[in-house]
Protein backbone atom coordinates (compact mmCIF):
# COMPACT_ATOMS: atom_id res chain seq x y z
CA UNK A 1 0.00 0.00 0.00
CA UNK A 2 2.70 2.28 0.59
CA UNK A 3 4.58 1.70 -2.49
CA UNK A 4 1.06 1.97 -4.24
CA UNK A 5 0.22 5.36 -2.68
CA UNK A 6 4.23 6.48 -3.51
CA UNK A 7 3.37 6.09 -6.83
CA UNK A 8 0.03 7.99 -6.95
CA UNK A 9 1.59 10.72 -5.01
CA UNK A 10 4.53 10.75 -7.50
CA UNK A 11 1.88 10.80 -10.47
CA UNK A 12 -0.26 12.87 -9.36
CA UNK A 13 3.09 15.50 -9.19
CA UNK A 14 4.43 14.69 -12.37
CA UNK A 15 0.68 15.63 -13.56
CA UNK A 16 0.37 18.76 -11.85
CA UNK A 17 4.27 19.91 -13.33
CA UNK A 18 3.03 19.09 -16.71
CA UNK A 19 -0.34 20.97 -16.15
CA UNK A 20 2.10 24.24 -14.94
CA UNK A 21 4.17 24.12 -17.70
CA UNK A 22 1.33 23.48 -20.04
CA UNK A 23 -0.18 26.69 -18.87
CA UNK A 24 2.61 28.75 -19.20
CA UNK A 25 3.22 27.64 -22.69
CA UNK A 26 -0.20 28.76 -23.85
CA UNK A 27 0.23 31.59 -21.65
CA UNK A 28 3.44 32.50 -23.25
CA UNK A 29 1.93 31.87 -26.61
CA UNK A 30 -1.26 33.62 -26.15
CA UNK A 31 0.95 36.56 -25.06
CA UNK A 32 2.37 36.56 -28.36
CA UNK A 33 -0.08 36.14 -30.52
CA UNK A 34 -1.76 39.38 -28.84
CA UNK A 35 1.85 40.94 -29.02
CA UNK A 36 1.95 40.49 -32.89
CA UNK A 37 -1.57 41.37 -33.23
CA UNK A 38 -1.66 44.39 -32.11
CA UNK A 39 1.46 44.90 -33.73
CA UNK A 40 -0.30 44.29 -37.03
CA UNK A 41 -3.23 46.26 -36.42
CA UNK A 42 -0.85 49.31 -34.92
CA UNK A 43 1.74 48.98 -38.22
CA UNK A 44 2.13 52.50 -39.81
CA UNK A 45 0.56 52.57 -43.57
CA UNK A 46 3.42 53.78 -45.69
CA UNK A 47 4.36 51.14 -48.19
CA UNK A 48 7.51 48.74 -48.51
CA UNK A 49 9.62 51.85 -46.67
CA UNK A 50 7.59 51.46 -43.33
CA UNK A 51 9.58 48.71 -40.91
CA UNK A 52 6.89 45.38 -40.51
CA UNK A 53 5.22 44.48 -37.57
CA UNK A 54 7.02 41.37 -37.36
CA UNK A 55 9.90 42.72 -35.99
CA UNK A 56 9.06 42.64 -32.41
CA UNK A 57 8.83 38.96 -32.59
CA UNK A 58 12.69 38.65 -31.82
CA UNK A 59 13.14 40.63 -28.57
CA UNK A 60 9.32 39.12 -27.89
CA UNK A 61 10.72 35.91 -28.49
CA UNK A 62 13.67 36.07 -26.48
CA UNK A 63 11.73 37.11 -23.57
CA UNK A 64 9.15 34.83 -23.16
CA UNK A 65 11.94 32.04 -23.78
CA UNK A 66 13.32 33.17 -21.38
CA UNK A 67 11.01 33.10 -19.05
CA UNK A 68 9.50 29.66 -19.52
CA UNK A 69 12.95 28.11 -20.27
CA UNK A 70 15.05 30.40 -17.56
CA UNK A 71 17.94 29.87 -19.84
CA UNK A 72 19.18 33.14 -21.21
CA UNK A 73 21.46 31.80 -23.45
CA UNK A 74 18.98 29.17 -25.25
CA UNK A 75 16.26 32.13 -25.50
CA UNK A 76 19.17 34.91 -27.05
CA UNK A 77 20.52 31.65 -29.13
CA UNK A 78 16.61 31.05 -30.47
CA UNK A 79 15.64 34.55 -31.11
CA UNK A 80 18.66 35.17 -32.73
CA UNK A 81 17.96 32.49 -35.38
CA UNK A 82 14.25 33.49 -35.76
CA UNK A 83 15.29 36.44 -36.30
CA UNK A 84 17.86 35.57 -39.04
CA UNK A 85 15.05 34.03 -40.66
CA UNK A 86 12.64 36.73 -40.96
CA UNK A 87 15.25 38.85 -42.58
CA UNK A 88 14.96 36.81 -45.73
CA UNK A 89 12.29 34.46 -45.80
CA UNK A 90 9.28 36.78 -45.67
CA UNK A 91 10.51 37.72 -49.52
CA UNK A 92 9.61 34.39 -51.11
CA UNK A 93 8.53 31.49 -48.10
CA UNK A 94 8.79 28.69 -50.76
CA UNK A 95 12.40 29.62 -51.64
CA UNK A 96 14.64 27.37 -49.62
CA UNK A 97 17.44 29.99 -51.00
CA UNK A 98 16.29 32.20 -48.38
CA UNK A 99 16.01 29.82 -45.58
CA UNK A 100 19.80 28.90 -45.99
CA UNK A 101 20.22 32.43 -46.49
CA UNK A 102 18.57 33.59 -43.51
CA UNK A 103 20.74 30.47 -41.15
CA UNK A 104 23.51 32.07 -42.75
CA UNK A 105 22.89 35.69 -41.58
CA UNK A 106 22.76 34.37 -38.23
CA UNK A 107 26.61 32.63 -38.57
CA UNK A 108 27.39 36.50 -40.23
CA UNK A 109 25.67 38.76 -37.46
CA UNK A 110 27.17 37.16 -34.95
CA UNK A 111 30.92 36.68 -37.19
CA UNK A 112 30.22 40.70 -37.40
CA UNK A 113 30.45 41.13 -34.07
CA UNK A 114 33.27 39.72 -32.74
CA UNK A 115 35.00 41.15 -35.65
CA UNK A 116 34.56 44.28 -33.96
CA UNK A 117 37.52 46.00 -32.10
CA UNK A 118 35.34 47.96 -29.51
CA UNK A 119 33.30 44.32 -29.02
CA UNK A 120 36.32 42.48 -28.34
CA UNK A 121 38.19 45.29 -26.29
CA UNK A 122 34.76 44.73 -23.99
CA UNK A 123 35.27 41.00 -24.09
CA UNK A 124 38.79 41.48 -23.32
CA UNK A 125 38.09 42.97 -20.11
CA UNK A 126 35.46 40.45 -18.71
CA UNK A 127 38.72 37.33 -18.05
CA UNK A 128 40.98 39.17 -16.37
CA UNK A 129 38.36 41.40 -14.12
CA UNK A 130 37.14 38.29 -12.70
CA UNK A 131 40.71 36.35 -12.30
CA UNK A 132 41.90 39.29 -10.07
CA UNK A 133 38.36 38.67 -7.95
CA UNK A 134 39.82 34.89 -7.50
CA UNK A 135 42.77 36.05 -6.24
CA UNK A 136 42.16 38.59 -4.18
CA UNK A 137 39.30 36.17 -2.57
CA UNK A 138 42.34 33.04 -2.25
CA UNK A 139 45.15 35.34 -1.00
CA UNK A 140 42.77 36.80 1.52
CA UNK A 141 42.44 40.50 1.15
CA UNK A 142 38.53 40.44 1.18
CA UNK A 143 39.02 38.59 4.74
CA UNK A 144 41.65 41.15 5.90
CA UNK A 145 39.09 44.27 5.15
CA UNK A 146 36.27 42.19 7.05
CA UNK A 147 38.99 42.01 10.03
CA UNK A 148 39.77 45.44 10.39
CA UNK A 149 36.17 46.60 10.23
CA UNK A 150 35.02 44.47 13.23
CA UNK A 151 37.49 46.05 14.96
CA UNK A 152 34.72 48.85 15.33
CA UNK A 153 32.07 46.36 16.24
CA UNK A 154 30.69 46.08 19.71
CA UNK A 155 27.11 45.40 19.19
CA UNK A 156 23.79 44.62 16.78
CA UNK A 157 23.88 48.11 14.96
CA UNK A 158 27.43 48.17 14.14
CA UNK A 159 26.96 44.97 12.95
CA UNK A 160 24.61 45.60 10.44
CA UNK A 161 26.60 48.77 9.34
CA UNK A 162 29.40 46.52 8.88
CA UNK A 163 27.73 44.14 7.18
CA UNK A 164 26.58 47.23 4.55
CA UNK A 165 29.84 48.89 4.64
CA UNK A 166 31.39 45.84 3.56
CA UNK A 167 28.75 45.19 0.77
CA UNK A 168 29.84 48.71 -0.42
CA UNK A 169 33.60 48.43 0.00
CA UNK A 170 33.22 45.49 -2.43
CA UNK A 171 31.61 47.20 -5.40
CA UNK A 172 33.73 45.50 -7.93
CA UNK A 173 31.66 42.23 -8.48
CA UNK A 174 28.09 41.23 -7.18
CA UNK A 175 29.26 37.76 -6.86
CA UNK A 176 32.12 38.25 -4.87
CA UNK A 177 30.00 40.62 -2.48
CA UNK A 178 27.90 38.01 -2.20
CA UNK A 179 30.06 35.07 -1.34
CA UNK A 180 32.68 37.47 0.63
CA UNK A 181 30.63 39.42 2.65
CA UNK A 182 28.02 36.62 3.58
CA UNK A 183 30.10 33.57 4.26
CA UNK A 184 32.85 35.94 6.48
CA UNK A 185 30.00 38.22 8.21
CA UNK A 186 27.51 35.35 9.10
CA UNK A 187 29.53 34.52 12.65
CA UNK A 188 29.95 38.50 13.38
CA UNK A 189 25.69 38.93 12.84
CA UNK A 190 25.36 35.24 14.70
CA UNK A 191 26.90 36.39 17.69
CA UNK A 192 24.70 39.92 17.85
CA UNK A 193 22.14 37.85 16.89
CA UNK A 194 21.13 39.72 13.87
CA UNK A 195 19.07 36.58 12.22
CA UNK A 196 20.24 34.82 9.27
CA UNK A 197 17.49 36.36 7.37
CA UNK A 198 18.32 40.00 8.22
CA UNK A 199 22.13 39.27 6.99
CA UNK A 200 21.00 37.66 3.58
CA UNK A 201 19.02 41.33 3.32
CA UNK A 202 21.78 43.57 3.63
CA UNK A 203 24.33 41.40 1.85
CA UNK A 204 21.61 41.14 -1.22
CA UNK A 205 20.88 44.38 -1.14
CA UNK A 206 24.41 45.45 -1.32
CA UNK A 207 25.39 43.00 -4.00
CA UNK A 208 24.49 44.03 -7.22
CA UNK A 209 22.76 47.20 -6.67
CA UNK A 210 26.56 48.76 -5.27
CA UNK A 211 28.33 46.35 -8.65
CA UNK A 212 25.52 48.45 -10.97
CA UNK A 213 26.39 51.91 -9.45
CA UNK A 214 30.00 51.34 -9.48
CA UNK A 215 32.39 52.79 -12.52
CA UNK A 216 34.87 50.27 -12.13
CA UNK A 217 33.27 46.64 -11.81
CA UNK A 218 32.69 43.32 -13.90
CA UNK A 219 29.16 44.79 -14.78
CA UNK A 220 30.90 48.51 -16.44
CA UNK A 221 31.87 46.69 -19.56
CA UNK A 222 28.76 45.49 -20.31
CA UNK A 223 26.69 48.43 -19.66
CA UNK A 224 29.17 50.31 -21.45
CA UNK A 225 28.86 47.83 -24.35
CA UNK A 226 25.21 48.12 -24.88
CA UNK A 227 25.17 52.21 -24.24
CA UNK A 228 28.20 52.41 -26.89
CA UNK A 229 26.07 50.11 -29.48
CA UNK A 230 23.08 52.48 -29.05
CA UNK A 231 25.26 55.69 -29.04
CA UNK A 232 26.40 54.11 -33.22
CA UNK A 233 22.76 53.20 -33.74
CA UNK A 234 21.15 56.41 -32.75
CA UNK A 235 23.79 58.78 -33.56
CA UNK A 236 24.34 59.91 -30.30
CA UNK A 237 27.89 62.28 -30.17
CA UNK A 238 28.77 60.19 -26.66
CA UNK A 239 30.72 57.20 -25.58
CA UNK A 240 29.07 54.32 -23.63
CA UNK A 241 31.41 55.35 -20.43
CA UNK A 242 29.54 59.01 -21.20
CA UNK A 243 25.71 57.62 -21.46
CA UNK A 244 26.44 55.64 -18.37
CA UNK A 245 27.74 58.23 -16.43
CA UNK A 246 24.85 61.04 -17.36
CA UNK A 247 22.24 57.69 -16.64
CA UNK A 248 23.89 57.51 -12.62
CA UNK A 249 22.04 60.54 -12.21
CA UNK A 250 18.65 58.58 -12.65
CA UNK A 251 19.46 55.44 -11.23
CA UNK A 252 16.77 55.76 -8.62
CA UNK A 253 16.00 52.32 -7.30
CA UNK A 254 19.90 51.55 -6.47
CA UNK A 255 20.55 54.98 -4.83
CA UNK A 256 17.38 54.56 -2.33
CA UNK A 257 18.43 50.90 -1.78
CA UNK A 258 21.86 51.83 -0.10
CA UNK A 259 19.39 54.35 2.07
CA UNK A 260 17.22 51.58 2.83
CA UNK A 261 19.81 49.52 3.98
CA UNK A 262 22.00 51.87 5.88
CA UNK A 263 18.99 52.87 7.33
CA UNK A 264 17.59 49.67 8.27
CA UNK A 265 20.81 48.95 10.06
CA UNK A 266 21.10 52.06 11.80
CA UNK A 267 17.47 52.16 13.39
CA UNK A 268 17.41 48.30 13.64
CA UNK A 269 13.85 48.28 12.09
CA UNK A 270 12.34 45.78 10.69
CA UNK A 271 8.94 44.72 9.14
CA UNK A 272 6.55 42.51 7.06
CA UNK A 273 7.92 38.50 7.72
CA UNK A 274 11.77 39.68 8.39
CA UNK A 275 9.71 41.03 11.76
CA UNK A 276 8.93 38.00 12.83
CA UNK A 277 12.56 36.36 12.18
CA UNK A 278 14.74 34.59 15.05
CA UNK A 279 18.27 34.92 15.31
CA UNK A 280 20.49 31.00 15.15
CA UNK A 281 20.68 29.89 18.77
CA UNK A 282 24.16 29.38 20.13
CA UNK A 283 25.85 26.54 18.76
CA UNK A 284 23.55 26.21 15.74
CA UNK A 285 25.58 28.47 13.19
CA UNK A 286 27.19 26.97 10.63
CA UNK A 287 30.77 27.88 8.49
CA UNK A 288 28.44 29.77 6.50
CA UNK A 289 28.95 29.11 2.86
CA UNK A 290 30.38 30.22 -0.45
CA UNK A 291 33.99 31.09 0.11
CA UNK A 292 34.56 29.76 3.49
CA UNK A 293 36.80 26.89 2.05
CA UNK A 294 39.37 29.32 0.00
CA UNK A 295 39.49 32.38 2.26
CA UNK A 296 42.22 32.35 4.47
CA UNK A 297 41.46 32.95 7.98
CA UNK A 298 44.40 35.56 8.91
CA UNK A 299 43.85 37.55 5.69
CA UNK A 300 45.48 41.15 4.34
CA UNK A 301 43.78 43.90 3.46
CA UNK A 302 46.45 45.16 1.38
CA UNK A 303 45.80 41.95 -1.13
CA UNK A 304 42.75 43.58 -1.90
CA UNK A 305 43.57 47.39 -1.64
CA UNK A 306 46.80 47.63 -3.32
CA UNK A 307 45.07 46.01 -6.66
CA UNK A 308 41.51 47.85 -6.43
CA UNK A 309 43.16 50.96 -5.84
CA UNK A 310 45.88 50.46 -8.87
CA UNK A 311 42.74 49.65 -11.15
CA UNK A 312 40.98 52.40 -10.66
CA UNK A 313 43.67 54.56 -10.48
CA UNK A 314 44.78 53.56 -13.66
CA UNK A 315 41.42 53.54 -15.54
CA UNK A 316 40.73 57.42 -13.81
CA UNK A 317 44.30 58.35 -14.73
CA UNK A 318 44.08 56.68 -18.43
CA UNK A 319 39.84 58.44 -19.28
CA UNK A 320 41.24 61.92 -17.34
CA UNK A 321 44.25 61.95 -20.30
CA UNK A 322 41.92 60.26 -23.44
CA UNK A 323 39.27 62.92 -22.41
CA UNK A 324 41.14 66.17 -22.19
CA UNK A 325 41.69 66.60 -18.94
CA UNK A 326 45.10 68.32 -19.20
CA UNK A 327 43.52 70.61 -21.78
CA UNK A 328 40.47 71.41 -19.43
CA UNK A 329 42.78 72.30 -16.49
CA UNK A 330 44.58 75.16 -18.67
CA UNK A 331 41.21 76.43 -19.41
CA UNK A 332 41.10 77.64 -15.98
CA UNK A 333 38.54 74.40 -14.99
CA UNK A 334 38.32 72.88 -11.52
CA UNK A 335 39.25 69.32 -11.23
CA UNK A 336 36.97 69.47 -7.84
CA UNK A 337 34.15 70.43 -10.35
CA UNK A 338 31.37 67.13 -10.99
CA UNK A 339 30.89 68.98 -14.44
CA UNK A 340 34.81 68.54 -14.81
CA UNK A 341 34.97 65.37 -14.43
CA UNK A 342 31.83 64.69 -16.78
CA UNK A 343 33.02 66.37 -19.51
CA UNK A 344 36.25 64.32 -19.49
CA UNK A 345 34.55 61.13 -19.18
CA UNK A 346 32.06 61.45 -22.15
CA UNK A 347 35.02 63.00 -23.99
CA UNK A 348 36.75 59.81 -23.75
CA UNK A 349 37.18 58.16 -26.68
CA UNK A 350 39.19 54.81 -25.91
CA UNK A 351 37.27 54.07 -22.46
CA UNK A 352 36.61 50.66 -23.12
CA UNK A 353 40.58 49.97 -24.28
CA UNK A 354 41.48 51.81 -20.95
CA UNK A 355 38.92 49.63 -19.32
CA UNK A 356 40.28 46.64 -20.10
CA UNK A 357 44.09 47.73 -20.04
CA UNK A 358 43.22 48.40 -16.02
CA UNK A 359 41.72 44.99 -15.62
CA UNK A 360 44.82 43.66 -16.81
CA UNK A 361 46.80 46.12 -14.77
CA UNK A 362 44.69 45.15 -11.35
CA UNK A 363 45.42 41.57 -12.02
CA UNK A 364 49.08 42.00 -12.04
CA UNK A 365 49.06 43.67 -8.60
CA UNK A 366 46.95 41.06 -7.60
CA UNK A 367 49.19 38.24 -8.10
CA UNK A 368 52.17 39.99 -7.23
CA UNK A 369 50.52 41.01 -3.81
CA UNK A 370 49.36 37.31 -3.38
CA UNK A 371 52.74 35.91 -4.62
CA UNK A 372 55.12 38.24 -1.94
CA UNK A 373 52.74 37.42 0.94
CA UNK A 374 52.89 34.21 0.28
CA UNK A 375 49.56 33.49 -0.07
CA UNK A 376 49.31 32.42 -3.61
CA UNK A 377 51.49 29.58 -4.80
CA UNK A 378 51.51 28.08 -8.22
CA UNK A 379 48.84 25.44 -7.66
CA UNK A 380 46.49 28.47 -6.51
CA UNK A 381 47.37 30.43 -9.12
CA UNK A 382 46.08 27.87 -11.53
CA UNK A 383 42.85 26.93 -9.53
CA UNK A 384 42.22 31.02 -9.88
CA UNK A 385 42.95 31.24 -13.09
CA UNK A 386 40.14 28.30 -14.11
CA UNK A 387 37.45 29.58 -11.89
CA UNK A 388 38.20 33.38 -13.34
CA UNK A 389 38.05 31.70 -17.11
CA UNK A 390 35.18 29.59 -16.07
CA UNK A 391 32.98 32.75 -14.39
CA UNK A 392 34.16 34.46 -17.41
CA UNK A 393 32.19 32.50 -20.17
CA UNK A 394 28.72 32.86 -19.32
CA UNK A 395 28.62 36.89 -19.84
CA UNK A 396 30.95 36.96 -22.68
CA UNK A 397 28.57 34.39 -24.56
CA UNK A 398 25.12 36.49 -23.32
CA UNK A 399 26.99 39.71 -24.38
CA UNK A 400 27.71 37.69 -28.12
CA UNK A 401 24.41 37.17 -28.49
CA UNK A 402 22.70 39.94 -26.99
CA UNK A 403 24.77 42.09 -29.58
CA UNK A 404 24.31 40.01 -32.56
CA UNK A 405 20.31 39.48 -31.92
CA UNK A 406 20.39 43.65 -31.58
CA UNK A 407 22.26 43.08 -35.42
CA UNK A 408 18.88 41.14 -36.43
CA UNK A 409 16.95 43.73 -34.53
CA UNK A 410 18.41 46.52 -36.98
CA UNK A 411 18.29 44.71 -39.92
CA UNK A 412 14.36 44.38 -39.06
CA UNK A 413 13.94 47.77 -37.85
CA UNK A 414 12.43 46.66 -34.65
CA UNK A 415 13.44 50.22 -32.76
CA UNK A 416 11.95 52.19 -35.97
CA UNK A 417 8.70 49.86 -35.76
CA UNK A 418 8.57 50.59 -31.79
CA UNK A 419 9.33 54.18 -31.85
CA UNK A 420 6.49 54.65 -35.03
CA UNK A 421 4.29 52.97 -32.88
CA UNK A 422 4.43 54.24 -29.31
CA UNK A 423 5.81 57.66 -30.07
CA UNK A 424 2.64 59.50 -29.99
CA UNK A 425 0.10 56.84 -28.39
CA UNK A 426 2.68 57.01 -24.85
CA UNK A 427 3.42 60.65 -23.43
CA UNK A 428 7.15 61.00 -23.18
CA UNK A 429 6.95 61.81 -19.28
CA UNK A 430 5.31 58.39 -18.60
CA UNK A 431 7.30 56.28 -20.53
CA UNK A 432 10.46 56.07 -18.06
CA UNK A 433 8.16 55.12 -14.77
CA UNK A 434 6.36 52.12 -17.51
CA UNK A 435 10.41 51.06 -18.33
CA UNK A 436 11.07 50.55 -15.24
CA UNK A 437 8.10 48.40 -14.35
CA UNK A 438 8.78 46.30 -17.47
CA UNK A 439 12.19 45.80 -16.97
CA UNK A 440 11.37 44.70 -13.40
CA UNK A 441 8.78 42.07 -14.38
CA UNK A 442 11.28 40.61 -16.92
CA UNK A 443 14.01 40.57 -14.46
CA UNK A 444 12.33 38.99 -11.76
CA UNK A 445 10.77 36.40 -14.50
CA UNK A 446 13.91 35.61 -15.62
CA UNK A 447 16.32 36.23 -12.69
CA UNK A 448 18.98 37.43 -14.56
CA UNK A 449 19.51 41.28 -14.99
CA UNK A 450 22.34 41.08 -17.70
CA UNK A 451 19.80 39.37 -20.12
CA UNK A 452 17.02 41.60 -19.63
CA UNK A 453 19.17 44.42 -20.15
CA UNK A 454 20.29 42.62 -23.54
CA UNK A 455 16.93 42.24 -24.52
CA UNK A 456 15.18 45.65 -23.60
CA UNK A 457 17.66 48.53 -24.28
CA UNK A 458 18.57 47.90 -27.91
CA UNK A 459 14.46 47.95 -28.41
CA UNK A 460 13.04 50.38 -26.14
CA UNK A 461 15.66 53.15 -25.92
CA UNK A 462 15.19 54.04 -29.51
CA UNK A 463 11.47 54.52 -27.87
CA UNK A 464 12.81 56.95 -25.57
CA UNK A 465 15.00 59.01 -28.15
CA UNK A 466 12.33 59.44 -30.50
CA UNK A 467 9.72 60.46 -27.69
CA UNK A 468 12.87 62.57 -26.86
CA UNK A 469 11.78 64.36 -30.34
CA UNK A 470 14.90 62.50 -31.85
CA UNK A 471 17.51 63.70 -29.46
CA UNK A 472 19.55 62.93 -26.80
CA UNK A 473 18.03 64.49 -23.77
CA UNK A 474 16.47 63.99 -20.22
CA UNK A 475 13.75 61.28 -21.15
CA UNK A 476 16.32 58.95 -23.32
CA UNK A 477 19.03 59.42 -20.09
CA UNK A 478 15.96 58.44 -17.42
CA UNK A 479 15.00 55.61 -19.62
CA UNK A 480 18.75 54.26 -19.63
CA UNK A 481 18.75 54.36 -16.10
CA UNK A 482 15.14 52.78 -15.46
CA UNK A 483 16.58 49.69 -17.75
CA UNK A 484 19.55 49.03 -16.15
CA UNK A 485 17.75 49.74 -12.34
CA UNK A 486 14.77 46.96 -12.97
CA UNK A 487 16.44 44.56 -14.28
CA UNK A 488 18.28 44.62 -11.01
CA UNK A 489 15.54 45.20 -8.92
CA UNK A 490 13.86 42.19 -10.63
CA UNK A 491 16.88 40.34 -9.97
CA UNK A 492 18.09 41.20 -6.93
CA UNK A 493 14.22 39.72 -6.25
CA UNK A 494 13.75 36.56 -8.13
CA UNK A 495 14.17 33.46 -6.69
CA UNK A 496 15.89 31.75 -9.61
CA UNK A 497 18.44 34.84 -9.58
CA UNK A 498 21.96 33.54 -9.51
CA UNK A 499 22.86 36.40 -6.85
CA UNK A 500 19.85 35.94 -4.97
CA UNK A 501 21.01 32.08 -4.51
CA UNK A 502 24.62 33.11 -3.57
CA UNK A 503 23.41 35.78 -0.62
CA UNK A 504 21.29 32.65 0.72
CA UNK A 505 24.18 29.74 0.29
CA UNK A 506 26.76 32.48 1.69
CA UNK A 507 24.80 33.32 4.62
CA UNK A 508 23.16 29.71 5.75
CA UNK A 509 19.51 31.16 5.21
CA UNK A 510 17.18 28.76 3.11
CA UNK A 511 16.48 30.47 -0.27
CA UNK A 512 12.43 30.49 -0.25
CA UNK A 513 12.72 32.60 3.68
CA UNK A 514 15.46 35.22 2.25
CA UNK A 515 12.97 35.88 -0.84
CA UNK A 516 9.94 35.79 1.72
CA UNK A 517 11.85 37.98 3.62
CA UNK A 518 13.11 40.78 1.48
CA UNK A 519 10.93 41.25 -0.93
CA UNK A 520 8.33 43.61 1.08
CA UNK A 521 11.84 45.82 1.35
CA UNK A 522 12.24 45.81 -1.95
CA UNK A 523 9.17 46.19 -2.99
CA UNK A 524 8.82 49.85 -0.59
CA UNK A 525 11.82 50.55 -2.30
CA UNK A 526 10.79 50.03 -5.79
CA UNK A 527 7.41 51.95 -5.04
CA UNK A 528 9.64 55.13 -3.25
CA UNK A 529 11.51 55.12 -6.84
CA UNK A 530 8.79 55.35 -9.26
CA UNK A 531 6.50 57.58 -6.69
CA UNK A 532 9.48 59.92 -5.91
CA UNK A 533 11.74 59.67 -8.83
CA UNK A 534 10.85 58.45 -12.03
CA UNK A 535 7.41 60.14 -12.93
CA UNK A 536 8.54 63.42 -11.26
CA UNK A 537 11.98 62.99 -13.43
CA UNK A 538 9.83 62.35 -16.20
CA UNK A 539 7.67 65.66 -15.37
CA UNK A 540 10.95 67.58 -14.94
CA UNK A 541 11.61 67.45 -11.27
CA UNK A 542 15.58 67.74 -10.71
CA UNK A 543 17.03 63.85 -10.08
CA UNK A 544 18.90 65.27 -7.00
CA UNK A 545 15.44 66.73 -4.99
CA UNK A 546 13.87 63.22 -6.29
CA UNK A 547 16.02 60.81 -4.52
CA UNK A 548 15.77 63.43 -1.17
CA UNK A 549 12.29 62.92 -1.24
CA UNK A 550 12.34 59.23 -1.87
CA UNK A 551 14.92 58.87 1.20
CA UNK A 552 12.75 61.07 3.77
CA UNK A 553 9.66 58.62 2.75
CA UNK A 554 12.18 55.66 3.36
CA UNK A 555 13.37 56.60 6.56
CA UNK A 556 9.47 57.97 7.30
CA UNK A 557 8.41 54.43 6.96
CA UNK A 558 11.19 52.75 9.26
CA UNK A 559 10.16 55.15 11.65
CA UNK A 560 7.17 54.22 11.84
CA UNK A 561 7.84 50.93 11.52
CA UNK A 562 10.32 50.89 14.32
CA UNK A 563 9.82 49.03 17.69
CA UNK A 564 12.46 49.07 20.85
CA UNK A 565 13.10 45.36 20.78
CA UNK A 566 14.39 45.42 17.36
Known sequence: MCGLSARQSAWTQDAGLKSRTTARLVGAAIVLAGV???????????????????????????????????????????????????????????????????????????????SRGGNLLILAFIPPIFIMIEMIIASGGFSGIIRRLLRW??????????????????FIDDYANAIVVGSMMQPVTDRFRISREKLAFLVDATSAPVSGL???????????????????????????????????RFRFYCLLMLVFVMAAAILRTDFGPMR??????????????????????????????????????????????????????RQG?????????????????????????AATFGLGLALVCGTVTGRLDRRAIRACLWRGLKRAVLPSIILTLA????????????????????????????????????????????????????ILIPTTIPVAHALDGGAYGTITMISLGAVLDGAIFGDHCSPISDTTILSSVACDCPLMDHVRTQLP???????????????????????????????????????????ADV
Open 333 to 357: ASVLSLGYWRDVISAARHSTMILAM
Open 36 to 114: CAAAAALSPEGGESQPVWYSVVPPMLAILLAFLTHHVIASLGIALLVGGLLCRVPVGPLDIGNWWAGIAGVAGCIGGTL
Open 214 to 248: AVVSTWIAYEVGLFGDMAVQLGIDKSGYGMFFDAL
Open 521 to 563: YSLTVAAAAVVCCYVPAGHGLSPAVGVGVGAAAIVVVLLSCRR
Open 153 to 170: VRGPRSAGVATVLMGILC
Open 403 to 454: WSLKTCCDALRTGEFLAAVLAERVSPAWFPAILFLAASVTSFATGTSWGTMA
Open 276 to 329: KTRPVAAGQGGAGGGDAGRTPGDGLARNALIPLAGLIGFHITGLWFDGGGPRLL
